[in-house]
């Protein structure tokens, strides 16, 4: 009898304990911003570059005398948890920064198709969530008036390119189109389609994988068989590294490829080395853009500053998270007062230049901003395309594997 | 045309499958134990392989026999010091405590090794060649030999070595075998070990096409699993049969049907044969 | 089996002060419990088919999946109300179960086992390729405002399942189960309709998963297949029940807050060593404990000496 109570009051202070220890102590003159990301699983590549980005960009801030509120100044402090690449996992997470470590805001995760449940957490909860890391409409079409991106529409990624295809000489005629079954790039699939009828493309071949897909020999000698003159592939960098590695073994090369993600970033490049060369990829930032702003005055100072400190090239990812901070500082000045309406109502009206470029959300919460159509030559990327202008010149089309140097 | 490639593409992906299976259908076969974490043993094989390439510089097929050798090793100890404990135990028990198994290999590689994604890559990785419109790498078709070497070999070892009838006997009638001075528990553990050091073999050869992850081996014990059932559990002709066949029905599926079928269509297939045909395709009716 | 009146006063006296609770306690308390209750009421569920009846099925997530998509389906496809969808998800899964049940549980053992956990991967395959579910984005509820009433939801199924389980220990259905584990050849020549009986258990350990399933994707707000089809989940579900002491009562339930409340403690500091600690439970459950913890509680003794037969018990 006596151990059986031994149990049992074992277990309520085992209970209690994890209802008493579960209370964070906020520091005064704190301004907390927390945020689940990617640090393991599939998107851990992308995830580090949103680490890295705010680490720096709430450092920089700091140094620069951190955010006013009210005439105090207020230090920004980071507190990130990893979601393992798993949007169940983000949905507790963010409930726990919310409701248990009682953040003051909320900066966001990678992907969208983890950024629609967690967008689902800061709007229950009413704490404003500032994402740079999910471009699906979808995110953005619920009525949510908490969420805020500084991505641009996924279903707009591949217009650029497409357009571009229509222009080169001999024109694209056909095209194939391949997406991973996740939010972004079946939102991204979504506007292509729409993009390709535009232009009067045919569209050989159109499916979509599942992301965890690592053999694509199955697609690639379809492919190989119909023979399009444009792949676009909309999937995450993993997907993308694959792809390239066995379409090489398959010896299969379409005039023209484009890739979402994984050209603009350096170390796509480095990991493929030779055989990155003259593919396509899209972003909304480069560092030798003319935009600048507070704490950063250009995006090439920005771009120096990141490779620095971090050891490795800032690509659009990067720039969008170091945005993302930036805006709350922006916000919270502007809205004189950490209480999260008040800061929901600045964030929905703010008009403001960073290194990033114009931040300014439309009614949706999400920002509209163009894309640029880059190819990789020689281990850098080449802005090709945008807005309707060419902007450099293209190597079309990319030679077979066989004959590069 | 395609649907040569389509072919040829199947059977050389196949012929790993049946590898992968292999190890599993024998260690179900003679000790009744079903492996989940047979991913985990091939996952470590594939981490093994990839050290010794990004470390040492070695050749993936050129290190295969040190993988095998320490796949090996683990596998024997794995099975003396632990799961001879749970042998007689009710079935389910000893399902259970290998998913525990799989469970801690897993998160200790990731702790270890981080969850970056790895992969082999040697000079030679792109190369191909083409025969009547048929291309294929390189790389593909030497897996696919060493895959047919490694399963005569063990074939081999099971018929013909005093070792091979020591398995078979303990797996056929246990209490003659022991009458017979047969050591169970070490022949269990050396039958485990051939099984893991099947498994790591097969993860370093997969860890030459695909990228290396410590979640790699949840997907592909359950592809063994289909492999095995549907060959016919403890046999090993089954498990080579059965890979054939599942490669060759993913490689259509995912070409004909669409990208997203393959592993519908593989749990699909291990749910429809448990029903119809518990014996799998080549093992006989009533050994189930 | 004479009813002990101790324990039974000792429940309903927890039971009536987590019922006033809620509203008292901290937010991520209140979170806490109802992924408790959740746990326990899946073990519990799991309990009637693989506890009583001894078809260890690998496969309960498929339920726990099936009952929460066929209730957010309903909520945001059909835009139907909680109380109606959530009855209506636990009402699929419950058919699933018996309907699947009916072809799989003529297997046994192994061949059961890996049929099961063929079942749930299919689904999870069927289900990440369906536009109605979704896909691979998933599903997204409608926002509620306060998680009150899932904490009651929840206890009430968590209540309910172990009523089951109750009544099953005293009731001639749940001694035909019994004797099913037993020996299921002598149960049939009893007179027994073994397969009746079996997928009956089976469709009620789907329906309490379902219904589990479907309260979550309300209360999480979202749902996608790589998360309520997840392997770890049966296995969750599997040591809870094992570790409490499977074919109990309150065995699973016992299990499930011992091994919950360790499991969150350790996640709030490092996830990936919570889940090495999961893994290292079950090795060390299996070998030292199989009968769980209720083996313990009843001869009311927990020593070492226990302990190491257990280990010897099944070896080589």
Known sequence: MRRRALWHSGLVAMLIGIGIGAGPALAADEIVLGSAISQTGKYAREGKFYVDAYTLAVDAINKAGGVKVGGKPYKLVLKLYDDQSDPNLSVRLFTRLVTSDKVNFLLGPYSSGITIPASSVSEKYEVPMVQGGGASGKIFDRGYKYIFGTLPKAEFYFQAAIEAAAKREPRVQTAALLYSNEA??????????????????????????????????????????????????????????????????????????????????????????????????????????????????????????????????????????????????????????????????????????????????????????????????????VPVYAFGKTLGKAVYPMPAWGQRK | MLALQVLINGILLGGL????????????????????????LIMLGA???????????????????????????????????????????????????????????????????????????????????????????????????????????????????????????????????????????HIYAITFGLGAALAGAAGGLWGMLFPITPIMGGGLTLKSFVVAVLGGLGTMMGAIVGGLVLGIAESFSATYLGPTYPNAISFGLLVLILIVRPTGLVGRRGSA | MKTRWAPVAAGVVVLAVLAAAPAALSPFLVQFLINLFMLAALAESWNIIGGFTGYASFGNVAFFGVGAYATGILLTRAAWPLALALPAGGAVAMLFAGLIGMPILRLKGHYFAIATLGVAETMREIVYNLEITGAGTGLVMPISRSPIPFFYLMLGILVAATLVNRWLSASRFGYGLIAIREDEDAAAAMGINTPLYKTLAF???????????????????????????????????????????????????????????????????????????????????????PKGLAEFIRKREFSVRQLVRNLREYRV
């Open chain 1, 184 to 381: 972004f790039d079946r939102s991204v699939a979504e506007g292509a389609r729409q993009w390709l009828k535009e232009q009067r493309i045919d569209k050989v071949y159109d499916e979509e994988y599942q992301p965890a897909t690592q053999d694509f020999t199955s697609i690639l000698a379809v492919l190989k068989s119909k023979n399009p003159d444009l792949v676009l592939l909309a999937g995450h960098e993993e997907n993308s590294l694959n792809f390239i590695r066995q379409a090489q073994a398959a010896d299969v090369s379409p005039k023209m490829m484009v890739f979402t993600v994984g050209p603009p970033t350096g170390d796509f490049r480095k990991t493929l080395g030779k055989a990155a060369e003259y593919i396509y990829g899209i972003t909304p930032w480069l560092p030798d853009m003319e935009i600048g702003g507070e704490i950063f005055k250009s995006a090439r100072e920005f771009a120096k500053q990141f490779q620095d400190r971090f050891g490795y090239e800032a690509d659009y990812h990067v720039a969008s998270g170091a945005a993302d901070v930036l805006v709350y500082k922006f916000a919270i000045e502007k809205a004189g007062v950490l209480e999260p309406k008040k800061v929901r109502d600045a964030l929905a009206t703010l008009d403001v230049e960073t290194l990033y470029g114009r931040v300014k959300f439309e009614a949706s919460g999400q920002i509209a901003m163009g894309q640029v159509l880059v190819q990789i030559q020689d281990g850098k990327l």
């Open chain 3, 203 to 289: 469709a009620l350990s789907g329906a309490f998963a379902g219904l589990a399933g479907g309260v979550f994707a309300d209360w999480i707000t979202f749902i996608d297949p790589d998360g309520v089809f997840k392997v770890s989940t049966t296995i969750q579900m599997i040591i809870m029940a094992v570790f409490g002491g499977m074919g109990t009562v309150v065995g699973p339930l016992l299990g499930a807050v011992v091994l919950a409340s360790i499991s969150e403690l350790l996640s709030t500091q490092l996830v990936s060593l919570a889940e090495l600690f999961n893994g290292l439970v079950v090795i060390l459950v299996v070998l030292f404990m």
């Open chain 2, 17 to 40: 499958y049946g590898l992968m299976a292999l190890g599993m259908s024998l260690i179900w076969g003679v000790m009744n134990i079903v492996n989940i974490a047979h991913g985990a």
């Open chain 2, 47 to 185: 981490y093994l392989t990839f050290w010794l390439f990004t470390l040492w510089g070695w050749d993936p097929f050129v290190s295969l026999p040190v993988t095998i050798a320490l796949l090996f090793v683990y596998g024997y100890c794995l099975q003396r010091y632990l799961l001879n404990l749970i042998v007689r135990a009710q079935l389910f028990l000893t399902l259970l405590i290998t998913f525990g198994v799989e469970v801690v290999m897993v998160n200790l590689v990731r702790v270890a090794w981080s969850s970056d994604l790895r992969q082999v890559t040697p000079a030679y990785a792109g190369a191909h060649f083409k025969v009547g419109g048929i291309t294929v790498p390189y790389v593909r078709l030497w897996v696919f030999l060493t895959t047919v070497i490694l399963s005569v070999t063990f074939l081999l070892i099971l018929e013909k070595t005093r070792l091979g009838r020591a398995i078979r006997a303990t797996s056929e009638e246990l209490r003659a075998a022991r009458l017979a001075g047969i050591p169970v528990a």
